[in-house]
């Protein structure tokens, strides 16, 4: 293995971390043009549609989101130990999950469909455009959850740059099919199905050509490999944990919204608001708990605590002074934020009222994104779910004490809170993660 691959620099922290960084600003831009192409037509119908129709996707994808977390570690470490047979046998594995998954979904779409409609009913116009939507896009699902594992591979073996050319010609592809087949061939919400559709099978065939060092060799078909019985049990476990793990995370974000509508339509409006703020604390946070994620794997797979150590720590230092940025940014630009956001007065100052939360967001989060990073380079994830109850606890017993007393502002707390006991229990659970490593 060569020095570049064993030395841990600033340098090369930078180079995983900030096309990830990139590539995640271009996510929200998509939802905007999707949303602003219906909006020509002139009908509110359509634009609920797409959005309710999206929502639904992500929200049966989003099961799947352990598949990129579990790919990221585990190849990781088989490159660190310098298995690259290894590596790419665990894409291939990650890629017949997706399609056995991607095919069932095709297969029983009219159950998901009904049982979505079901939790989330909508008027018979808005539900009859998003089914035309969803039964467009549903054949995408093999695709879309292939590039979990794709982009999981990709991060492994740093090569983020990859993962942002594949975000900007997915964006970018599906920005250009959406104003011809919408505004231009007049196709409507199914156009902007379409585009998606399209989008997601040249990415996922994009994907697939920068990831070609793992079909370079015979191992991506060593069968008796791929279906190793402890391979596969590993996986299980480690992409088991992470799906609980996600489950908890998703399921306290959710009973912050559920909360919030019981504090006011006003506050409400102004708690979305600044949820958007988090929103961005989340994408910036992620490429250095991804670039964690990658240099701790390595360091795990070649048994080197040194390695483990420096990575984290050179991780953590970047991550911590882009927190103190984004604060300081948020304070700065905050209230010109939210006055572009929304246009009546009481959600403007309600808004400020509540900003400190948003300002103290990201370096109150900061401990937890980077631990969140090492554990999943670490693959460990059974102490990454046990963290995980421990800190969802603690928020419970936040809501019933600080929503009750302090209303909002005690609900922005608890929240704060989740986030605190998320990077603690984590952090106790480190120099045990660091002793097993190697010497």
Same mark, same amino acid.
């Given at each position: 293995? %060569? %020095?570049?691959?064993?030395d841990?620099?600033h ?24 949303t602003g192409v ?7 119908a359509?634009i609920?549609?797409?959005?309710i ?8 994808? &989003? ?9 990221t ?6 490159r660190?130990?310098g298995? &690259? ?6 894409l291939?594995?990650?890629l ?17 469909? &009904?049982?979505?409609?079901?939790l989330?009913p909508?008027?018979?116009? =808005?539900? +009859? ?8 896009r ?5 695709? +879309? ?6 982009t ?9 740059r ?19 087949f ?8 199914e ?9 997601? &099978? ?35 476990? =480690? ?6 793990r996600?489950?908890?995370? +998703?399921?306290?974000?959710? +009973?912050?919204?559920?909360? %919030? %509508? ?13 949820l ?5 604390t ?22 080197a ?18 927190a ?5 940014g ?11 956001m ?8 309600a808004?400020?009222?509540?900003l400190?939360w948003?300002?103290?967001?990201p370096?109150l ?6 631990f969140?990073?090492?554990y ?21 017993l ?18 704060m ?16 993660l ?6």
């Amino acid at each position: 293995m %060569s %020095s570049a691959d064993t030395d841990i620099t600033h340098a090369r922290v930078l180079r995983i971390a900030l096309p990830i960084v990139l590539s995640n600003a271009t996510v929200p831009i998509l939802g905007a043009v999707d949303t602003g192409v219906v909006g020509q037509m002139g009908q509110a119908a359509p634009i609920g549609a797409v959005g309710i129709g999206a929502a639904i996707l992500a929200a049966v994808y &989003w099961i799947f989101g352990f598949l990129r977390m579990g790919t990221t570690g585990m190849a990781a470490q088989a490159r660190g130990a310098g298995d &690259w047979g290894e590596t790419g046998a665990l894409l291939m594995r990650g890629l017949l999950l997706a399609f056995t998954a991607g095919a069932l979904f095709i297969i029983a779409q009219a159950a998901v469909f &009904w049982g979505a409609f079901a939790l989330a009913p909508a008027s018979p116009e =808005v539900e +009859t455009l998003a089914r035309g939507y969803l039964e467009v896009r549903i054949w995408g699902a093999p695709a +879309t959850i292939a590039l979990y594992a794709v982009t999981g591979w990709l991060i492994a073996v740093e090569r983020t740059r990859g993962v942002f050319l594949l975000q900007v010609w997915m964006n970018g592809l599906n920005i250009v099919l959406d104003l011809w087949f919408v505004l231009g061939l007049g196709w409507g919400v199914e156009g902007v199905a379409l585009a998606t559709l399209i989008a997601e &099978w040249t990415g996922l065939a994009l994907g697939l050509y920068l990831c070609r060092d793992a079909f370079a060799g015979d191992q991506w078909r060593n069968w008796a490999r791929v279906f190793d019985a402890a391979r596969l049990r590993r996986m299980v476990q =480690v992409n088991g944990d992470i799906m609980v793990r996600s489950v908890l995370l +998703t399921g306290s974000f959710t +009973t912050f919204l559920f909360i %919030s %509508s019981g504090v006011g339509d006003v506050n409400l409006a102004a708690n979305q608001i600044l949820l958007q703020f988090l929103s961005v604390t989340a994408f910036a946070l992620d490429g250095f708990a991804f670039a964690a994620e990658a240099l701790v794997g390595g360091a795990v797979g070649a048994r080197a605590r040194a390695r483990l150590r420096r990575a984290a720590v050179i991780a953590a230092q970047w991550s911590t002074g882009g927190a103190v940025l984004m604060g300081a940014g948020f304070a700065l630009a905050g209230p010109a934020v939210i006055d572009l956001m929304a246009t009546a007065p009481e959600v403007r100052d309600a808004g400020r009222v509540y900003l400190l939360w948003a300002v103290l967001a990201p370096v109150l989060s900061v401990a937890s994104y980077m631990f969140d990073g090492i554990y999943i380079g670490a693959t460990w994830t059974r102490e990454m779910r046990r963290a995980m109850v421990q800190a969802v606890g603690v928020y419970v017993l936040a809501l019933l004490v600080l929503v009750p007393a302090f209303g909002n502002h005690g609900l922005w707390a608890s929240l704060m809170v989740l986030n605190i006991a998320r990077g603690v229990t984590l952090g106790l659970r480190y120099p045990r993660l660091e002793a097993q490593v190697g010497t």
